[in-house]
Structures are given as structure tokens and as C-alpha cells.
């Protein structure tokens, strides 16, 4: 996990903050203009789930590719064998960087796969949403531009 | 036609679901020939149901790519039945329905 | 511009593209420079796209009343058609050494 | 301005010309499939030279078999299902020019003795549509794209095996226009498709690694992220033609066509796979 995103994602919610306010929890995922619209991971979060602070873990899998073939097509899995309520996908740099949250019931296996776009070289955080506290991991992808592919 | 394809297996009880969505996804940014702005068009909710029972469901932001890719897994079987919708910012929904297989 | 004098035209920037830098007017040396451009191509089949672009931005500055700057333009066009045969008649023979044996 | 062209016309001039090429198309084949082998060793088997850049980038590789999990092109392949049973006017149909199922990429492109040419799928699916009194398709997207995808993915499987009929100069003088094609350079960038696709293949160019030519002709029609629909070859023939600054000959125009020619001649005993997804 990239340190800088760490601390992005982090540094809005004072320490005291770790403990997340229970939540009714919702029986579907559903756009909310607040959460998809905020133009800072932090407060896309905060929107979504009503709580910000993270903690890194390396019981979420995040697969997206080192570079981009082309950013406007690019894989990227979650997967966690945690008991996940919830899976969400940040691109940090995009001009909003909420790309995706899943809502993942009972008996649904904790996964998700989808095709982003992405505007330049940022880092990609995946979040899973578990016993009511967020776990992340996260990566860098570059996306490039020229030659002649893409 | 739909515009959902739906590819969905049984692999020993977990139900391996693979859909495509045909959707121009606008993000909102990107102008016409004449320099107008395309305003933004996507898909903002995806259900997915099996024997009437949601079995995942998510929302988009505009940076899904075109055409929507959505993969997921449930516990499911052979036989029963899969239906997946989705509704869009102007409020379009479309779904599709197979058998799993 | 008669056929006569746009024949002499070509002639003259084929023999000597920069003998006819000086003379004429803006609008010759463009037609010349496309003239030229199409001569090529018809006999070697080689054409640059950036040729094309050039002598297009050349009639536009002319059309703007740039003189100076259509002028230049249509030189660099002539240049490009020059660099074009060039190429044409060295790659008659040299492709064959890029042939794997 | 002035400077890159006296660059260029240097480089030109600065070349040496070494001794024509004799060989036949056969030998030809052989010594382009070892140029290949000895290149990238790591492609194994020599087979997997259709599947393009990724047989040579496994990073990239993991992102295009993502993409493959569903691939883009379904949807053109359902489309061209829709044109090619659909019935025509005079209640015939693409059916009754290639059969049930198209499945004919095998055959193509093909010395037509006849007209003395190259035919090429694309041509053949036009030539059917305006024998019956329909409207031709434009060559390079579209509905062309969505038809050939359709036939080409019946076809998945089948080795390419292009045939140069040796009863025929004329067959042999197609190809060698083609061959001149891929080796010649043109426009203000100066490369021909060999400089990129041959003696450059596996370097980049800025962002991006340039494939290896052998397998090109095996995966067409193709759905590129680039393009976000389909394409054909000929369409992307154009693509390289730009932006090398050449101006791009007409789609299924001679060139091209004899192009094709020898780019699938080359390709000869890959296995078929298309259509295919690119980035």
C-alpha cells in the first residue's frame, strides 16, 4: 500500500475517530450523488459509508496492472476471503475518484471485476468494507499515452 | 435485444457470473464534433437476482468503461435462474435473464 | 493559372525548386508545390501526409492575406515533395536489404 | 522543418544497397518464421505468435486475457450473425456465397486466376452483397467488421495456408508487390513496416511495444481500445500508414490487398483466431 494514499484516505479523521459509527446497514448498493460526486477518496468514503479511517490489509486482494495498456479499459479485481458487506473501488486521481461500491450478501463470494478508465498514473485503492471497519490495499497503475497503439 | 449478456456457471456450488452491458457510459467530459459537451449518460445501478433473491448489486460512477464489464460469484446451481438489471442517470433500466449453467 | 504556365511552373520546381523561390506570385508557388506533389505521386506512389497538410496551411495563410508566411509554406511543401521522390528512388532499390535471408 | 528533411534525405542517401533478394515466397516464409524464432525464443510454441504484442509482453498479456474473459467483440460477432442470415431482396443470403456457417477464413485471401487478383473475405463479402442487388459495406468498420467478425470467429482453428499458384506469374507478382510493401519505407517518418514490425519488434516507441509481424494476419477483425469498435485489417494497414505521415492507400485497393497477401503468406501454418481484442 502506497503510504501517500494511506495518509490521504487517514489524515481527514482525527485519531480518535477509528471506531466507525454503526450503520443501518442498506440491503442494496445504490448511487448516491454525495458519495460518487466528492472529489476526494477521503469524502467518498465518508459518503458511502459514513466513516473514512481505513486500515491496510493484506486480506484484501487488489489485481490491476502495473501499466496501463489503455486507460480507458482497465482490469481491476477484488477479491477478499474476509466475511465482506461491502467492496468499494477509489481511483485517486480521477476527478472523482469513486469508481464502484458492490454490496456483497450473505453467500455472495467477496469479488468483484470490472473494466475502469482512468485519466492518468494514480494510485487505485480497493476497499472492503468488513465487521463494520474498512480495509484497503492499494497500487499504482501509469497509465501512458502515445506511440502508436494506444 | 437486451443489452445484457450474461455468461453464468456452476463451479461446484459458487455460481461464476460474467456480464457485459452495452452502454455509451458518457462521462460528461467529452465534446462533440462541433465542441459541445456529450452530457454524461451511464449507468449508475446494477441488481442481480437469482430465484427472486438479490444476490449482488452495485453502483457505478462514470469512470466504469464503455460497455460495462460486471464479474461476480454467489452460491447458487445449475438450473436456476439469473436476472440482471440496470438503470441509468436519465432513468432507462434494461435487464436479462438466463439459466445458469 | 493557364495549363501552359502550370506546366512551366512544375517543370521549373522539379528541375530547380529553389530557382522558382524567388518569382511568381504566393498562389503560383502553392500550385506548383501541389502540381509537384501529384506528379510524384502519380509516378512513384509515394505520398506524405504532412505534405498535403502543409500546402492546405499555405492557402490558408494566403487566404488570410499572410503573403510571407503562405510563401514559406508553400516552399516547405516543396521541399517535402522533394524529400518524397528522394525517398521513392532510394527505396526502389533498398528495400531488399531489409529482407530477412 | 528543413532540418528533418535533410535528416531524412541523409539517411537515405547514408544506406548501402546490398544484393536483390532471389528467393522464393516459400524460402521467403521460412527465413521470415526463423528471424522470428531466433528473436524471441520465449514464444512457445511458435504458435502463440497469433495472439500479437501480448506473446511477447506477459504483463500486457494479463490484462488482455481480462479482457478476454468477455470480450468487447461478442456484441459485433451477434451483429454479424443478424447481417450475414438476414435474407436479401431476391431472397437469397451471404449464406448462399460462403454457407451455413462462413466459416471460410481458410480461403482467404486467394489468387483469383481469373481476374488476375488477390481476393480478399472482405472483397468476397461485398462482391456477394452486389451480386444479389445489395448495398456494399465500407471496408474498414462497421457493419464489414461486425460480418467478418462473425465468419472469422467460425473459423477460430483453421491454419492459415494462402496458396501462390506457381501456373500463374501473375500470382507471384502480387506477392512480391506486397513484399515490397512491407519493406519499403514511406512517409516523412521514413520506416517501413518491417523497420517497426521486424527489425524494432519488441522495442518501444514511446509508450508502446511494437508487435511482431508474424501472426498479424491470423486475429482480424479486431475490437481496439484505441478505436473502442471494430476494425478491419485494412483499417488498421491505414492507422500505421498515418502515422508514419504516408498517405494510406484505399482499403481493399491493390496495395492493401497484396499486402494482405503477404503478411497472411508469411503467417502460413498459425492457426486462425480471430476476431481478436487489442489495446
Redo the contacts between chains.
Sequence with gaps: MDRRSVLKVAGVVSAAATALVAMPRL??????EKA?KSKAGADALQNAYGANATTPSDQVKLKA??????G????V?VQTDMEADSIAIL?DG???P????????A???G????????GKTTNVTAVVKSGGKLYTASKEVKV??????? | MSSIRIKAKDRKGMVDVKCLMKHNMETGLRKDKSGKKIPEHWIQDVTAESNGKVVFSCAFNTSISKDPYLSFAFSGKKGDSLKVSWKDNTGATDSAETKIK | MNHGMKVFALTCALVAPFAVAGNGSTAEHIEAATAAYKQVAKETGYQWTVTVKTIKAAQKALDAGDDAAARKLAHQAMDLVEATRTQAKVESENWKMRVPK | MKKIIRNVAFGLVGLSISAASVAGPEEDRQAFRKFYENRFPQVQPIGDFQNGVYSILPAAREQWEAIEEFPPYELSIERGEEIYNKTFANGKSLKDCFGEDGAVRDQYPHWDKERGMVVTMELAINECLEANGEKPLKYKKGAMADVSAYMSYNSRGQILNVEIPSDDPRALAAYEMGKEQFYTKRGQLNFACADCHMHTSGMNYRADTVSPALGHATSWPVFRSKWQAMGTLHRRFAGCHNNIRANPFKAQGEEYRNLEYFVTYMSNGLEFNGPAARK
Design positions: 440491503a442494496m448498493a445504490a448511487y448516491t460518487f496492472p502495473d501499466i496501463a495498456e489503455n480507458a479499459v482497465v482490469p479485481e481511483i480521477n476527478p472523482s469513486l469508481a464502484l461500491t458492490a454490496d456483497i450478501p453467500g455472495t463470494k469479488l468483484v471485476k470490472t473494466r475502469c478508465r482512468m501512458t499515452i502515445g506511440g502508436c497503439g494506444g
